[in-house]
């Protein structure tokens, strides 16, 4: 059974960090995109940010980008997203997707090219 789930999730103040870690567990996604989406309050879910199956290539929502960094650990099947600078408009739930494309060279913007998903975490940033 593939699980994904996704932890590091909280209240924090605007200007502030956190980091999300995904860990992955009932099957390998070492050669796969994985990716961070996220959902607000009465909105669609959207893409945050992707990373190649290497690590080599990511790719970020313009509203993030200069402020979160993905990243992964293939020894440790996890994927990270680190959260800097955030504001009020970057309260959602986090969900990670892993799977799709075997060494895919998408950039992973689209949910179904993921075949797994975990929960999700609450974040949420006050002002």
């Known amino acids: 059974q593939v699980q994904l789930v996704e932890s590091g999730g909280g209240l924090v103040q605007a200007g502030g960090s956190l980091r999300l870690s995904c860990p992955a567990s009932?099957?390998?996604?070492?050669?796969?995109?994985m990716g961070w989406f996220r959902q607000a309050p009465g909105k669609e879910r959207e893409f945050v940010a992707s990373?190649?199956?290497?690590?080599?290539?990511?790719y970020y929502a313009d509203s993030v980008k200069g402020r979160f960094t993905i990243s992964r650990d293939n020894a440790k099947n996890t994927v990270y997203l680190q959260m800097n600078s955030l504001k009020p408009e970057d309260t959602a739930v986090y969900y990670c997707?892993?799977?799709?494309?075997?060494?895919?060279?998408?950039?992973?913007?689209?949910?179904?090219?993921?075949?797994?998903w975990g929960q999700g975490t609450q974040v949420t940033v006050s002002s």
């Open positions: 997707a892993a799977g799709g494309v075997y060494r895919s060279r998408s950039d992973g913007y689209t949910q179904n090219e993921y075949d797994y």
């Open positions: 009932g099957r390998t996604f070492s050669s796969y995109t």
């Open positions: 990373i190649s199956w290497t690590g080599a290539r990511t």
